[in-house]
């Protein structure tokens, strides 16, 4: 489009100055023409000027959890500098070696602030481990001001801590009858990513210390300890019921 440009002119020069407020991204072509005079001729002079798209600005908080947690991260899109929005998609990446997990949500606003919830529509748990953040933004205009955005987070790591094993991923055969016969629990294990079952120790109600297979009939606690995994952290005199 064509506008009719007002110039300034610079005290002390004598030069004109034009100011062009909020230039959309692009190349602008600026014709200054001169009607001419009893002196001089009539002349016009075209001058390209370049506006760049603007960078959009990405960062990512929230970076710290424990296997089992929903990991979501605290995604800020900016670069906005005159109030105006734009419609983007993104896609989010969490990567470790051997394992690569993506997030994608469309027509999202810019700027704005989005919880990336990457266990959304699924159940399955995020691997213990430092996983780099890729961010890729696309504008659904291809005339947006603003650049699209592909790049792997300097700085940034998402870290899924190792859990601590839980009572309730073992189980064992809790009741018996006195038969003048040691009883050994046989604990299972429920929760298939936690240690296996390393150590079976037996601690009669109202005792401090372990025995090895109880004879008489009463009540004992039964404690474990188990492997580290990649998941969870190796666990000891684990309580996990009586027997």
């Given amino acids: 489009s064509e506008d009719e440009l007002m110039l300034d002119v610079e005290e002390g020069t004598g030069a004109f100055i034009y100011r062009l407020d909020n ?43 424990t296997y089992g ?37 469309d027509n999202i606003s810019l ?3 989005y919880n990336v919830d990457f266990l959304s529509g699924g159940t399955e748990k995020i691997p213990a481990g430092e996983y780099t953040v890729t961010v890729k933004v696309t504008h659904t205009d291809e005339n947006s001001n603003y650049l699209n955005f592909n790049e792997t987070l300097t700085g940034t790591t998402v870290t899924v801590n190792k859990a601590q094993p839980k009572q309730e991923f073992y189980y064992f055969r809790q009741y018996y009858t006195y038969d003048g016969l040691e009883k050994v629990p046989r604990v299972v294990q429920s929760e ?37 995994t990649d998941n969870y952290y190796a666990g000891e005199d684990l309580y996990i019921g009586d027997m």
């Fill in 69 to 105: 947690d929903d990991v979501k991260l605290n995604l800020k899109l900016g670069g906005n500098v005159y109030g105006e929005t734009s419609n983007v998609d993104i896609e989010v990446t969490l990567e470790k070696p051997g394992k690569r997990i993506t997030y994608n949500k």
């Fill in 192 to 228: 298939a990513t936690a240690g296996a079952v390393t150590a079976i120790k037996i601690k009669p109600e109202g005792k401090t210390d372990y025995i090895t297979s109880p004879i008489d009939a009463g009540k004992y606690g039964v404690y474990i300890d188990t492997a580290e």
């Fill in 23 to 65: 230039p959309v991204a692009g190349e602008h072509y600026i014709i200054f023409e001169y009607a001419g005079n009893n002196i001089y001729a009539a002349d016009n002079v075209e001058q390209k000027l370049t506006v760049n798209k603007r960078p959009v600005t990405v960062s990512v908080t929230n970076t710290e959890f």
């Fill in 111 to 113: 700027p704005g602030t």
